[in-house]
């Protein structure tokens, strides 16, 4: 069985040229593309960014598209703010999705990934039906372009991303695990989670994190392998399982921390791939 690669996730907007040379540098060829800013998906970006993987030698393994307005990462204000589910933003996220698929294909990306929000756990509710109906069209949107749609795990319990993939009944749905996100959210155990939507994992996030703590704040994050997902025990299931994708790490600060921080991750993730 083939080694599965580390990748590391960079942004988009810090510049097409520095983030894929922050890439090589880590001695990487994988990684996720993140973009919250749909004015940046030009044909002159996506030059800088063919040329870019060109030289170095990267594959990006999924389009992270962010959704543009207000975002909330807590339990109070995340439920009317993040994802498709809001119905005020509904339409404009919508469109920037529509972008983001678009700017992957010219990129030749095959897979575009976001956070779908905080999807109601009862299908009868509205909105529950509502962002079923936009996940149709966005999937159908991103199948014209040879493409998967990924909910990143996070605001959903797993059961309830389940139903959402099985009611939207597209074949090119996906999901990008967070395993640390479904922790920090207090959705699931990242490793039990598995047994319920790991036939559709198709990238997985290298992120470490704990429970919350109160009912109004997420968990917090940490560097990889001082949270409490364990790491051996899940790259092994996702291998059982049969993923073959990366593993991209992501650690969600900045500057000389955060390089240091992506450096021990490899070395934590290199005996298990």
Not at 21 to 32: A, D, I
Not at 176 to 204: C, F, H, Q, S, T
């Amino acid at each position: 069985m083939a080694k599965l690669k580390i990748g590391v996730l960079v942004i988009l907007e810090n510049g097409a040229k520095k983030e894929l040379k922050k890439v090589h540098e880590f001695g990487l060829q994988s990684c996720q593309l993140s973009c919250w800013d749909p004015s940046c998906y030009t044909d002159a970006i996506a030059d800088e960014v063919i040329g870019s993987c060109r030289k170095y030698g990267i594959e990006i393994s999924t389009l992270w598209a962010g959704l543009p307005g207000t975002n909330t990462w807590n339990f109070t204000e995340g439920p009317p703010t993040i994802g498709l589910v809001p119905p005020e933003t509904r339409e404009m996220r919508i469109h920037a999705l529509e972008q983001a698929s678009n700017f992957a294909k010219t990129i030749g990306v095959d897979a575009v990934t976001t956070h779908v929000g905080f999807i109601p756990e009862w299908p009868g509710d509205y909105l529950y039906q509502d962002t079923v109906e936009a996940l149709k069209h966005i999937s159908q949107y991103c199948k014209s372009n040879n493409q998967h749609f990924c909910f990143e795990t996070g605001q959903e319990t797993p059961i309830t991303l389940l139903r959402t993939i099985q009611d939207v009944g597209m074949n090119n749905l996906g999901i990008n695990l967070d395993p640390a996100n479904l922790l920090m959210y207090g959705k699931a155990n990242p490793v039990d989670a598995l047994d319920i939507i790991g036939e559709y994992v198709r990238n997985v996030h290298a992120k470490d994190g704990e429970y919350p703590v109160d009912g109004r704040d997420l968990g917090v994050e940490k560097p990889l392998g001082e949270g409490r997902v364990n790491f051996p025990v899940l790259v092994a299931k996702l291998k059982s399982l049969g993923y073959t994708g990366p593993l991209t790490i992501e650690r969600e600060i900045s500057g000389e921390e955060q390089i240091a921080d992506i450096r021990t991750a490899i070395k934590i993730l290199e005996p298990l791939c």
